[in-house]
C-alpha cells in the first residue's frame, strides 16, 4: 500500500509549474511540403510575464509565487468573502436562498451555485423580478405567474408547488430585512454532470437573492439606437429565460454608440422591445401605442401601465390606449417615447438614432405615467401589493 501511494501525484501546492523549454530549431517532416514559407527561429527573451507581473526565466522556470495552491473548504469561503469585499459595487446581495442546501444565507460569500448545474453550462434556466417597494413586493403574483409559465415552456420540472416557492420568496426578502430593492430568482434544470441533456440532473433548483441598489433613481430622457443584433425567436423571446446573451450584446452595441439601450426590430421589421424593457408611444393623436406581446416578453410592468393610463384617458390627458404593430416610421415621428419595464419603470425616449423624439424633451404623458406607477407601488391595491413580515 505505501508503493501505491508513493506513486500518486503531489497535491498541486506541493508541486511547481514549468514551462517546455524553448528550442532555437524546427523539426519539419520531410513529407510536408512548404512553399513560399519563411520561418523564423523562436527569438528567446529574458523573462515572461503572466498579467500577474509573475516572472519566467528564458530557461521556462517560474517563481514558486505562481503556484496554484490547494485550498481547503475554509479557505475558498475566506477567499470569497476577501474577493467579495475587495469589490466596490453600488449593489448590495442581502440574502440568497438555495433550494441545494435548502434555506436562506447573508453571507455574501455562500451565495454561490454549482458550476455543473445545467443554467450554468447550457444556459437552461428561466428567471424574473419583483420590486420590494416600502416593505411590500410590488406585483409579486404576476411575476411569479411568468416565472412559472416561463419554467414550463423551458420543460424544467418545477420543484415545489407555486404557494411553497412564494413563501420561500417572501421568507427571502424578511431575512433580508429590505424594505427597498429587489427580488431576483431562477429556476434551472439543476445540477448533476456537464452533459447536454438535463437527464442526468438530480432535481430542479430554485435560487433567490435580495438586491439592494444605492444607485440614486434617474429619470431624465435617454437615446435609443436600432440594434443591429437579431432579436431572439418568438419561441425564446416570449420566455424569460437565462439566455440573455443578445441581450447582452445589444445593450453593449448602445453603450458603444453613447446610448442608453437598443430597440429590437421583430422579423417583420415592426417595434419589438429593448434589451430587458418594453417600448411605448404617445402618437400625435394623443394615444398610448404600445407594440403586441405576441413575439416579445409580456412584461408585467408594461401591461399594469396600461391598466394605469386609463386614468390619463378619463382626465383627457390622452385620447385612448392602442396594443398593435408599430412601425419605425411612425415611432420616429411619434410625439413621446418611452421605455417601460421593472428596472426604468417609465423613462423618456428624446432621441432614437438621429431622429429628435417629439420636441426632445421629457415627455409628460411619460412624467404622469411615471408618477401613477410610483404612486401604486407604494399604496396600490392587495392585487399587486404583497406585504412582508419583518
Not at 97 to 102: D, N
Not at 206 to 212: E, N, T
Request: net charge neutral.
Amino acid at each position: 500500500m505505501a508503493s501505491s501511494l508513493s506513486t500518486l501525484p503531489k497535491p498541486i501546492s506541493e508541486s511547481s509549474f514549468f514551462l517546455p523549454k524553448l528550442s532555437n530549431s524546427i523539426v519539419i517532416p520531410k513529407n510536408i511540403l512548404i512553399s513560399r514559407l519563411k520561418i523564423r527561429p523562436l527569438i528567446q527573451s529574458n523573462v515572461f510575464k503572466n498579467s500577474n507581473q509573475t516572472q519566467f526565466s528564458s530557461e521556462g522556470e517560474c517563481s514558486p509565487m505562481f503556484d496554484v495552491p490547494l485550498l481547503s473548504c475554509s479557505e475558498v469561503i475566506e477567499r470569497l468573502r476577501t474577493n467579495r469585499e475587495s469589490h466596490k459595487t453600488k449593489q448590495q446581495y442581502l440574502a440568497m436562498y438555495s433550494s441545494v442546501f435548502g434555506g436562506i444565507t447573508t453571507d455574501t460569500a455562500a451565495m454561490v451555485i454549482p458550476m455543473d448545474d445545467h443554467m450554468v453550462h447550457r444556459g437552461h434556466g428561466v428567471f424574473d423580478t419583483a420590486a420590494i417597494m416600502n416593505g411590500y413586493l410590488y406585483e409579486l403574483d404576476q411575476h411569479l405567474d411568468r416565472f412559472l409559465r416561463s419554467a414550463t415552456m423551458a420543460k424544467i420540472q418545477i420543484p415545489f408547488d407555486r404557494e411553497s416557492i412564494r413563501r420561500i420568496l417572501i421568507r427571502t426578502v424578511s431575512i433580508s430585512q429590505c424594505r427597498k430593492g429587489s427580488l431576483r430568482y431562477w429556476l434551472s434544470a439543476g445540477s448533476g454532470d456537464f452533459q447536454l441533456s438535463p437527464s442526468g440532473c438530480h432535481q430542479a433548483a430554485l435560487y433567490a437573492i435580495v438586491i439592494q441598489d444605492q444607485s440614486p433613481p434617474d429619470h431624465r430622457g435617454v437615446r435609443v439606437v436600432t440594434s443591429s443584433i437579431q432579436i431572439k425567436p418568438p419561441q425564446f423571446a416570449v420566455m424569460k429565460s437565462v439566455n440573455y446573451l443578445p441581450n447582452a450584446l445589444s445593450k453593449m452595441e448602445a453603450e458603444e454608440n453613447d446610448a442608453y439601450a437598443a430597440i429590437w426590430l421583430d422579423g417583420d421589421g415592426f417595434v419589438a422591445e429593448g434589451p430587458n424593457m418594453n417600448v411605448a408611444f404617445v402618437t400625435k393623436d394623443k394615444e398610448l401605442l404600445m407594440p403586441c406581446f405576441d413575439k416579445i416578453l409580456s412584461g408585467c410592468t408594461a401591461k399594469r401601465v396600461l391598466v394605469l393610463a386609463a386614468k390619463l384617458v378619463k382626465e383627457g390627458k390622452l385620447q385612448g390606449i392602442r396594443v398593435d404593430n408599430v412601425s419605425v416610421e411612425d415611432g420616429k415621428r411619434a410625439e413621446e417615447m418611452m421605455l417601460i419595464g421593472s428596472g426604468v419603470l417609465v423613462r423618456s425616449v428624446v432621441q432614437w438614432d438621429e431622429e429628435i423624439i417629439g420636441n426632445g424633451r421629457e415627455g409628460p404623458v411619460t412624467q404622469a405615467l411615471l408618477n401613477l406607477l410610483l404612486e401604486d407601488m407604494k399604496s396600490g391595491p392587495p392585487t399587486v401589493r404583497v406585504p412582508v413580515p419583518y
